[in-house]
C-alpha cells in the first residue's frame, strides 16, 4: 500500500494511491492483484476572483478514479478435491471414487473501476451546503458460483463471469436555518 499526496496553498489537491493484495483464495498466477486510485480536487473559493464573495463560501470541484478487489469466495475453491463413497456392485458394496469439487486455477479477482465527478458548494457563509456527485462504477470479471452438468461432475465451480455497470447522480442539500443564540435561564 503506497499513498502520495499533495496540496499547493490549500487551492489545488492531488491524492494518488497503489495498493497490491494477495490472496490464497486464487488460482496459482492470479493470487496478486494491483488496484490504484487518483483523486484531485480545486478549490475555487480561495481563488482570487471568487475569495471576496459575499454570496460563495465554499466551491471546490473533485475528479477521482480507482479501482478495488473483491476475494469473497470460500476457501479453496480453486482446488479439486475427490470424494469417496460406496457402490453397489454384483459382489456387494464397494469404495468408489469422484470428483468431489471442480476447482479452477484460473479463478481471478474480481475488479471494481469507479469514476466519480462532483461538486460542493456553500453559501451565505455556508448556511446553504449543496454536495452533487455523478459516477460511474463497473464491476468486471465477476466472483461466479457455476452450477455443472451433473453427467461431468457434480456441484459447481467457480469462475470469472460477466460485469455489472451502476451509473448515477448523488445530491445533497442541507440548510442552517436557524442562528444560534445565547439563551439565559430566568
Not at 26 to 42: D, I, L, Q, R
Request: no cysteine.
Amino acid at each position: 500500500f503506497a499513498r502520495a499526496t499533495y496540496s499547493y496553498m490549500g487551492k489545488y489537491m492531488l491524492t494518488a494511491t497503489g495498493r497490491v493484495d494477495g490472496s490464497s483464495k486464487f488460482g496459482t498466477n492470479n493470487k496478486y492483484g494491483f488496484f490504484p486510485s487518483v483523486g484531485a480536487a480545486w478549490r475555487i473559493s480561495q481563488e482570487k476572483f471568487v475569495a471576496d464573495s459575499k454570496t460563495v463560501s465554499n466551491l471546490k470541484l473533485r475528479l477521482s478514479a480507482g479501482q478495488t478487489g473483491n476475494q469473497e469466495i470460500g476457501n479453496f475453491i480453486t482446488q479439486t478435491y475427490i470424494s469417496s463413497t460406496n457402490v453397489l456392485l454384483a459382489n456387494g458394496y464397494n469404495a468408489g471414487l469422484y470428483p468431489g469439487s471442480t476447482g479452477n486455477d484460473n479463478l481471478k479477482w474480481e475488479t471494481t473501476t469507479q469514476y466519480d465527478a462532483g461538486i460542493d458548494l456553500g453559501l451565505l457563509k455556508n448556511r446553504i451546503n449543496l454536495t452533487l456527485d455523478v459516477y460511474r462504477k463497473t464491476t468486471d470479471d465477476m466472483l461466479f458460483n457455476l452450477p455443472l452438468a451433473q453427467s461431468t461432475t457434480t456441484g459447481s465451480a467457480y469462475v470469472n463471469y460477466g460485469s455489472v455497470k451502476n451509473t448515477g447522480i448523488e445530491f445533497t442539500l442541507s440548510t442552517v436555518n436557524i442562528q444560534k443564540k445565547n439563551f439565559t435561564s430566568g
